[in-house]
């Protein structure tokens, strides 16, 4: 059936294209400086404000082959769904995604950068480490020639789809690295940081201050001024920011960006309805992916991290006609050959189709809006 679908929609609206499972992987360049060139033009103050002046972030703007293309993948999500006698569809894939996982990790684990004597401390969990070729790399230009280029944070991409965001997933900043955590978001020019995690989570730090909390407040962190010029409450336990950014050390003008916080999902969990995390997916819907990589973290980077891109990555494909994103186990395992453990828990990898069916209903309902 599903081949029938992607027939039907390649002669009409969309051109299918299917996801490798292992990427090719990003040159050095593009990992210091970005592989496009970030689209200056959107104004984050104003889309922010347009999320203000919303009780509720409005649906994406579909076309009658957008909203068909949702229907289909609605249906075959849904049949996965189903419970069968026995462990159903959903959590035999993500059996055969665990088995995969040490073999894929050891075929794939060259983190000799993070092991180094003088990254080691900059790691917040020393079994979650980037892959050597995926690693974001820090430009050294503006540092000591001694300085290391290392920071715990990965590329993630579909290299079949990319016109679709790049991710940097990335650990909860460490008191050592949030000068680097900054200067990471101002070389690869991110137009957007979604924080999926509280400070403390139980008895534990997950993250250490790294932006002024206070409207109108700022604070410098080593070579980092950041501004916090606007800040608001969604009705769904969002909180929305606006950060300017400048480098003193450089000559290049302060940058806006926006920042999303959402703390209510707690580690290994998931949150306790779709809402809130539907409404981050239909917020990161206003930037253009064009505008730059798109910053996601939580405490280790990998968990509700993974979740979330995984969630966001396939809703897109499919508005884009792709019915190849209903096979999220796949989504997943290409998000592991780049950050290894993306989306922990089976309760997580079960919460990725929550939303997406979830998303895709609200879509149907509202009907074509071009």
Known sequence: MLRRIKEKISRGFFTMASSPCTPTPPSMASRMAGARLPDKSIDIEAVIKQQEMARDLPLPSLSAGQISACKNALKLLKQKSKSSSGRGVIDREFDTLQGEKMLNYKALSSTTVAVMSNNRAKNRYIDVLPYDITRVILDKRHYDPTCSDYINASF?????????PRYIATQGPLPSTV??????????????????????????????????????????????????????????????????????????????????????????????????????????????????????????????????????????????????AVDIGNTVRNFRSQRHGMVQTRDQYRFCYEVVIKELESYVSAGPQT
């Open 156 to 164: 993630v991409q579909d290299n079949a789809h990319e016109d679709l």
């Open 179 to 324: 000068s680097d955590f900054w200067t990471m978001v101002l070389q690869q020019r991110c137009p957007v940081i979604i924080m999926l995690v509280g400070v403390v989570d139980g008895d534990q730090s997950k993250y250490a201050h790294y932006f002024p909390r206070s409207e109108n407040q700022s604070e410098t962190f080593g070579h980092i001024v950041v501004l916090n010029k606007k800040m608001s409450h969604s009705q769904h336990g969002i909180t929305r920011r606006v950060f300017e950014v400048k480098d003193i050390k450089s000559p290049e003008p302060p940058m806006t960006l926006a920042h999303y916080e959402y703390l209510e999902w707690s580690d290994y969990g998931v949150p306790d309805s779709t809402r809130s995390v539907c409404e981050l997916i239909r917020a990161s819907f206003c930037i253009p992916p064009s505008a730059g990589p798109f910053v996601v973290h939580c405490s280790a980077g990998i968990g509700r991290t993974g979740t979330y891109c995984t969630i966001d990555h396939t809703l897109r494909r499919i508005m884009e006609g792709d019915l190849e």
